[in-house]
Structures are given as C-alpha cells and as structure tokens.
C-alpha cells in the first residue's frame, strides 16, 4: 500500500513549521461509492480522513461505554492515544508521516490504561534519527551558525485549558558534553484549547568550537490544569524531552553557504503561481521558498557536495560576512532596505563575501493577469505576485 503524504505548511522562517500531518492512514485508491452509482476510486486527505474519523468514532464509542473513561473523553485524549499507537514508517521524514500510520487495534490497547498527562509532537529531538527528524538531522550543529529552531505542539490531555507552571529548563548530560548545547526557549504560556506551542532555538557555545560528537541532555516541561468538575481535580504533568544533538568543530569559511529567506516568501500567504508556469493543472504554490521544500534539491545537492548551509531568517544586518564563503539570493520577492544594499557592498568589497544569484522570471503585465477559476467558490481568483522581484534584485547589485 501507499500512504499519502503532505509535507508540513510551515510557520517559516523560524523553524521547519510544527509537524503535520499528526497520522496517515490509508489515502491511495481507497474503493467508495459513487453519486451516479456503483464504486468508484479516490486518493487524497479528502478520503483519509474519513477512515481517521471513523475510528475516532469507535474509539469514543469505547469511552463513553466506560465509567472510568467517559469522564476522560476530550479531543486532545483521544488525539494522544491515536498518535502514540501508530506505526512509523521506515525511509519518512516526520514532516510526511506524522507520528506514523494509524494502527486502531493498538489505539484501543492504549486507551484501556490511558492516564491525563501532557505530550509533546514530536516526542524527541534527535539528530541521530535520520530520515524521521528530517531535516534537522541533514546537517550537524556547530559553534556560530545561525541557530536551529524546532517548533513542536504540546497536546494537554487533562483538560481543555492549562498553563506551564514555570519556564521550560535544560538539563544537560555533563558526561556527553551536553553544557556545550545552548538552549533557549519559546511557549505559549497557556494552552487553549486542548494544545498550545513550544520553540526549542539550539546553538553551540564557543567552548565548543572544536568538539566532534553526540551531546545529550532533555528539557523539562510542567503544565498544571484546573479543576474542572467536582470529580477531577486540579492536575499537574511533568514531561522530559529528549534531546540529541550531532556537533562538529566549526567548517572553513569556504565551505559555509548563507541562504537568503528573508527575502523570499516562506509559506505563501494568498494565492501565488508556481515558478514553473508551465504547469497547467497546478497552478498554485503550497510550499512556499525554502531549502526544505522548493529548493530541497539544491538543498541536497549542496550537502553532498561538502558545503554546510545556513538559513538567514533576518535582514543582511544580522548576519557576521567574515564567517561565510557565500550568501545565497534564490529567487527573492521582496525589496532591500537601503541599509541592506551598503552592507552588502560593504561585506563583497571589505570581508571577500561572494554573492550567488538566483531568479526566474519577471514580467509585470503577465503578474497582473494571471489568473484562475476556482471550482470551489465559482469565481476567478487573480494570482498576487509571481516570479522573482528582478526591479529589487538590480537596485541590490547596481554597484556593480
């Protein structure tokens, strides 16, 4: 069987985005009814899920039918107890399978023994667990790249709301040499309703700059929900997230690429073309312009060419140029701010930064009338933007 896969809708340019899908489940020329009569075959989430809420359905059936349980139905219960009973699928990144494929037989072993507790998704950081932690384990940590942010939901089986007691903490694994791991944190502070977030940013400590090696250690989080009738009280769940992290000493500035994503749209934000025009009966851009989703390839293809790349996420102030060999523009849409343009001319000129430009098409007529009908709501949907934003790119390299 195929499972269907979908790659994450990123909450970019911090972190690869939180992990969806939560499961998969049968989507692949999945056998129905069909209006006009007879069966007829469909793929896609528009026939998984179905089968996901199917056994949601059982499964709550289950529960309400148990004392013990019914008091304990919620949506986020039933959501942990589904995703720890899958199966992960071997050679998938986490951003195509969730926790794995759904596996209800297991689920409704799980749910016999099911406690109110606090869990995490994913469960782990871990850059040895490669492809699953895809694409955090494709490249090594190391002292003064651009930080790591892993953006994870916190799922609150004991009520519908809760607060996390106190800030996340890092306790390191002294004997891995886990104090030369640098954490620092971001949550939301209440969870509502049933979920909320945490950012784990992790960077490598100067004293680290010439280890080689696996460092351990976990962050300890604490969430507290109220009472919420006279038969459950108020409740307290303590998690430990494992964290392991691959270091190396700091690579040679030849080697250290600089990829540009300020500029570029990163999860587009209304109805975008495709930079390939020429497909037709997919117009649409869902992913957005990053090294993990359009520009995976040359992603990969530089990874196995030697070279380590690093995400810019904030404007050219932010970055240090006598630290990289090569800042990457790949197909950028938005402007320059005149502060950006002088440094820049600054770092090529002064600090031996060497510029890489990529950009596709540009045709300001053709933007303004691009254009689709949409099935859905019965009208014409006009495309915002398209291409790269070639006035902006020649303004940034007039100096030359």
């Given at each position: 069987?195929q ?10 340019p ?18 129905g ?7 007829r ?5 528009s ?7 199917g ?11 148990n ?7 919620s ?5 942990q ?17 969730g ?13 016999q023994g099911?406690?109110p ?8 950081i ?12 494709s ?9 790591v ?7 609150n ?17 002294t ?19 049933w ?29 507290q ?35 540009d ?27 957005g312009?990053h ?27 932010c970055?240090?140029?006598k ?15 005149e ?10 000129t ?5 510029l ?7 045709n ?7 254009k689709?009908y ?27």
């Amino acid at each position: 069987k195929q499972w269907y896969q979908r790659r994450v809708r990123g909450e970019l340019p911090e972190g690869s985005g939180r992990v969806k899908p939560d499961i998969v489940t049968y989507g692949t020329a999945i056998r129905g009814s069909n209006i006009k009569g007879s069966c007829r075959y469909l793929t896609g989430t528009s026939v998984s899920s179905p089968v996901v809420t199917g056994a949601v359905s059982l499964l709550t059936e289950i529960m309400k039918k148990n004392e013990r349980l019914s008091r304990l139905l919620s949506p986020a219960s039933i959501k942990q107890v589904l995703m720890a009973s899958a199966d992960r699928l071997p050679g998938v990144s986490m951003y195509e399978q969730g926790s794995g494929k759904m596996n209800l037989p297991r689920a409704y072993e799980l749910l016999q023994g099911y406690v109110p507790q606090i869990t995490i998704s994913p469960s782990k950081i871990d850059w040895t667990d490669c492809p699953y932690m895809w694409p955090i384990c494709s490249q090594p940590l190391y002292h003064s790249s651009m930080p790591v942010t892993v953006n994870m939901t916190v799922i609150n089986g004991m009520g519908v709301s809760g607060t996390i007691t106190s800030p996340p903490t890092w306790h390191p694994n002294t004997h891995t040499s886990g104090n030369i791991l640098l954490l620092s944190f971001s949550y939301s502070a209440t969870l509502w309703p049933w979920t909320g977030y945490l950012a784990i940013t992790l960077s490598v400590d100067k004293s680290g700059a010439g280890f080689a090696g696996t460092v351990e250690g976990y962050v300890l989080l604490t969430v507290q929900s109220p009472a919420t009738s006279e038969d459950i009280s108020e409740q307290t769940s303590t998690l430990h997230i494992p964290v392991k992290v691959n270091i190396i000493p700091t690579p040679p500035r030849n080697r250290r690429i600089l990829w540009d994503h300020f500029h570029s749209i990163g999860y587009p934000v209304g109805p975008f073309p495709r930079d390939n025009l020429k497909l037709q009966t997919s117009p649409l851009d869902w992913n957005g312009d990053h090294i993990h989703t359009n520009f995976n390839g040359i992603y990969k293809h530089l990874r196995g060419k030697g070279y380590f790349v690093e995400i810019l996420s904030t404007h050219f102030g932010c970055f240090d140029a006598k630290k990289y060999g090569y800042l990457f523009l790949v197909d950028p849409e938005d402007a320059f701010f005149e502060s950006e343009i002088k440094k820049l001319s600054a770092d090529m000129t002064e600090q031996g930064l060497n510029l890489v430009v990529l950009a596709d098409w540009y045709n300001g007529p053709l933007i303004k009338h691009i254009k689709f009908y949409d099935e859905n709501t019965k009208q014409w949907v006009v495309l915002q933007g398209g291409g790269a934003n070639v006035p902006a790119l020649n303004k940034l390299l007039a100096p030359w």
